[in-house]
T-cell receptor, first 113, second 115 residues
Framework: GDSVTQMEGPVTLSEEAFLTINCTYTATGYPSLFWYVQYPGEGLQLLLKATKADDKGSNKGFEATYRKETTSFHLEKGSVQVSDSAVYFCALEGGGATNKLIFGTGTLLAVQP | GAVVSQHPSRVICKSGTSVKIECRSLDFQATTMFWYRQFPKQSLMLMATSNEGSKATYEQGVEKDKFLINHASLTLSTLTVTSAHPEDSSFYIC???????????FGQGTRLTVV
């Protein structure tokens, strides 16, 4: 079945460092891909998404490109801030009209001043 | 963004009792809501898809008689954990699909502890 694999955390970075969180997927068909963020004490929020191959999703300085050839959707940010500290989830939307989201395990990012 | 309210945020109950968790979409109508369970250091596991006015669709391995889902209105879905046991202790999260925006919005989650 469909699945998402993302790098384990925690990832600890200093402010202004470059961030990469790896995400790969297994799916039949052509799923939509998402990154969600969960700040402490809050619900999951959609960070960015891409719906087809070579699409780049971007928001708040974060980017991810839908790579069909490598079945990847890695999250990147050029310069992280303390306020980016959160748990990041990679997800795919399964095929068909179900709108079901399949999540990775989440990666905790801790940014230190 | 849209707001989904999940209540309660934390609940502790005794073994054998039942617990109801509510999920409300506050500013949009949601014909479809989803219930997830999250174990420590594990991904969110989809438990069931809740459809307004019809029976929920449960994922393989999820006991429908234990996890009762009711979606009686376009803004409310409830998950009832019946005859709870310590192994049911977990973090439960709901999401509501805003079909107009094509996006699912998540509640803050409910931490259930069964003692």
């Amino acid at each position: 079945g469909d699945s998402v694999t993302q790098m384990e955390g925690p990832v600890t970075l200093s402010e202004e460092a470059f961030l990469t969180i790896n995400c790969t997927y297994t799916a039949t068909g052509y799923p939509s891909l998402f990154w969600y963020v969960q700040y402490p004490g809050e619900g999951l929020q959609l960070l960015l998404k891409a719906t087809k191959a070579d699409d780049k999703g971007s928001n708040k300085g974060f980017e991810a490109t839908y790579r069909k050839e490598t079945t990847s959707f890695h999250l990147e940010k050029g310069s992280v801030q303390v306020s980016d500290s959160a748990v990041y989830f990679c997800a795919l939307e399964g095929g068909g009209a179900t709108n079901k989201l399949i999540f990775g395990t989440g990666t905790l990012l801790a940014v230190q001043p | 963004g849209a707001v989904v309210s999940q209540h309660p945020s934390r609940v502790i109950c005794k073994s054998g009792t039942s617990v109801k968790i509510e999920c409300r979409s506050l500013d949009f109508q949601a014909t479809t809501m989803f219930w997830y369970r999250q174990f420590p250091k594990q991904s969110l596991m989809l438990m069931a898809t809740s459809n307004e006015g019809s029976k929920a669709t449960y994922e393989q391995g999820v006991e429908k008689d234990k996890f009762l889902i009711n979606h009686a209105s376009l803004t409310l879905s409830t998950l009832t954990v019946t005859s709870a046991h310590p192994e049911d202790s977990s973090f439960y999260i709901c999401s509501a699909l805003d079909a107009k925006r094509g996006e699912a919005f998540f509640g803050q989650g409910t931490r259930l502890t069964v003692v």
